[in-house]
């Protein structure tokens, strides 16, 4: 069975900084892009980010970019996320998924529907 746990979430000051992992089980890891998505009340899940394997290739949306950091540990199947100069519009679920790594576009590695495998969620809170 593929399991996707995230962990690493909570309550956070505006400016402040939270660090997610996710770690993979269940499935050929370094034959997966991993990717974060991120949903809130009454807006559609996003891509926030993605890591390729084969070649450690990297996604941001633009609205991260600059202030979020994703990495791979191979050695131990867990992806994280490094979150910096965060904001209250940052609030939201946020989730890890896994994807077969056929292409190499943002906008492919960025759409939620292209994944088949997710975790269950870690709450990330801002506030002002």
Same mark, same amino acid.
């Given at each position: 069975?593929?399991?996707?746990?995230?962990?690493?979430?909570?309550?956070? @000051?505006?400016g402040g900084s939270l660090r997610l992992s996710?770690?993979?089980?269940?499935?050929?890891?370094?034959?997966?892009?991993?990717?974060?998505?991120? @949903?809130?009340?009454?807006?559609?899940?996003?891509?926030?980010?993605?890591?390729?394997?084969?070649?450690?290739?990297?996604?941001?949306?633009?609205?991260?970019?600059?202030?979020?950091?994703?990495?791979?540990?191979?050695?131990?199947?867990?992806?994280?996320?490094?979150?910096?100069?965060?904001?209250?519009?940052?609030?939201?679920?946020?989730?890890?998924?896994?994807?077969? @790594?056929?292409?190499?576009?943002? !906008?492919?590695?960025?759409?939620?529907?292209?994944?088949?495998? !997710?975790?269950?969620?870690? @709450?990330?809170?801002?506030?002002?």
């Open positions: 069975e593929v399991q996707l746990v995230e962990s690493g979430g909570g309550l956070v @000051q505006a996710c770690t993979a089980s269940g499935l050929s890891f370094d034959n997966y892009a991993i990717g974060w998505f991120r @949903q809130a009340p009454g807006k559609e899940r996003e891509g926030v980010s993605c890591i390729k394997k084969t070649d450690g290739t990297t996604y941001y949306s633009d609205s991260v970019k600059g202030r979020f950091t994703i990495t791979s540990d191979n050695a131990k199947n867990t992806v994280y996320l490094q979150m910096n100069s965060l904001k209250p519009e940052d609030t939201a679920v946020y989730y890890c998924a896994a994807a077969p @790594q056929y292409y190499s576009s943002s !906008w492919y590695f960025l759409n939620k529907d292209v994944y088949d495998y !997710w975790g269950q969620g870690t @709450q990330v809170t801002v506030s002002s």
